[in-house]
């Protein structure tokens, strides 16, 4: 079986970021780029699923992007994916045209089982794999964290509000991961060598129009200073006050 994982090169949720000088998007200057933190769920799932069906699957790692992005995908590599494959853009896209060209090339590398993160945490737009499935016409289950596959048959557990529920489907189908999936492997040496010589193959990504369009981007608004009213019990009715006239949450 192929087995696709579409990942994300994003920018790491620890690095403070600035707006560029255009106004809609950010500052690339001095930001660290990690694989988007879900994908790595998915990278392990598909390595585990991998593993389970035996040498005759192969694990493909795709990626929408500039030639960065092919850090992340040599990170998937030294995790244990076999081969990758960049899908060329400089250009931004919003999720259809990413999911359009995530699409196109799985239907061309004739994957049966489609794993991506529930999210990336840039965007953090939640659609991508849900689209993905639609225009591929393959079975969805998003935000899994747990799943069994069984020849064609598939049994996911997955959080919705509230709670969790048991949904089952058959192949093909796209999975998008949750934190709790499983325990993403460190690269080992061993790992990091051996991604070295792995292909990456480089494609221009399927032309789609973008059907959202960033206007403007700007950081939130600094938070106000505390204030100390007081270190004893006479405090507290100014304190009620407060609450009640300034921050309206009594």
């Given at each position: 079986?192929?087995?696709?994982?579409?990942?994300?090169?994003?920018?790491?949720?620890?690095?403070?970021?600035?707006?560029?000088?255009?106004?809609k998007s950010i500052d690339p200057t001095g930001v660290t780029y990690i694989?988007?933190?879900?994908?790595?769920?998915?990278?392990?799932?598909?390595?585990?699923?991998?593993?389970?069906?035996?040498?005759?699957?192969?694990?493909?790692?795709?990626?929408?992007?500039?030639?960065?992005?092919?850090?992340?995908?040599?990170?998937?590599?030294?995790?244990?994916?076999?081969?990758?494959?960049?899908?060329?853009?400089?250009?931004?896209r919003d999720s259809f045209a990413v999911a359009k060209a995530l699409s196109?090339?799985?239907?061309?590398?004739?994957?049966?089982?489609?794993?991506?993160?529930?999210?990336?945490?840039?965007?953090?737009?939640?659609?991508?794999?849900?689209?993905?499935?639609?225009?591929?016409?393959?079975?969805?289950?998003?935000?899994?964290?747990?799943?069994?596959?069984?020849?064609?048959?598939?049994?996911?557990?997955?959080?919705?509000?509230?709670?969790?529920?048991?949904?089952?489907?058959?192949?093909?189908?796209?999975?998008?991961?949750?934190?709790?999936?499983?325990?993403p492997r460190y690269a080992s040496l061993k790992g990091i060598m051996a991604?070295?010589?792995?292909?990456?193959?480089?494609?221009?990504?399927?032309?789609?129009?973008?059907?959202?369009?960033?206007?403007?981007?700007?950081?939130?608004?600094?938070?106000?200073?505390?204030?100390?009213?007081?270190?004893?019990?006479?405090?507290?009715?100014?304190?009620?006050?407060?609450?009640?006239?300034?921050?309206?949450?009594?």
């Amino acid at each position: 079986m192929k087995i696709a994982v579409c990942v994300s090169h994003v920018p790491d949720t620890a690095t403070k970021v600035k707006v560029g000088s255009d106004g809609k998007s950010i500052d690339p200057t001095g930001v660290t780029y990690i694989i988007n933190p879900y994908d790595e769920f998915a990278v392990e799932e598909a390595l585990k699923t991998k593993e389970k069906l035996g040498d005759d699957s192969e694990v493909v790692v795709i990626s929408v992007g500039g030639d960065s992005s092919k850090e992340t995908i040599r990170k998937a590599l030294a995790m244990g994916a076999d081969r990758g494959v960049l899908l060329k853009d400089d250009n931004p896209r919003d999720s259809f045209a990413v999911a359009k060209a995530l699409s196109e090339e799985i239907k061309a590398q004739g994957c049966e089982l489609v794993f991506c993160g529930k999210q990336s945490v840039d965007y953090d737009n939640t659609i991508t794999g849900q689209l993905v499935a639609e225009m591929l016409g393959y079975s969805c289950i998003p935000v899994v964290v747990e799943l069994t596959i069984d020849g064609n048959k598939i049994r996911a557990e997955r959080e919705i509000e509230g709670g969790r529920e048991v949904v089952e489907t058959e192949l093909p189908a796209v999975i998008t991961a949750q934190k709790g999936l499983n325990e993403p492997r460190y690269a080992s040496l061993k790992g990091i060598m051996a991604a070295k010589k792995k292909t990456i193959e480089e494609k221009p990504a399927a032309e789609a129009e973008s059907l959202t369009e960033v206007l403007s981007m700007k950081l939130p608004p600094p938070k106000q200073p505390g204030r100390i009213l007081g270190t004893d019990s006479s405090a507290v009715p100014e304190l009620v006050r407060l609450l009640r006239e300034e921050a309206k949450v009594l």
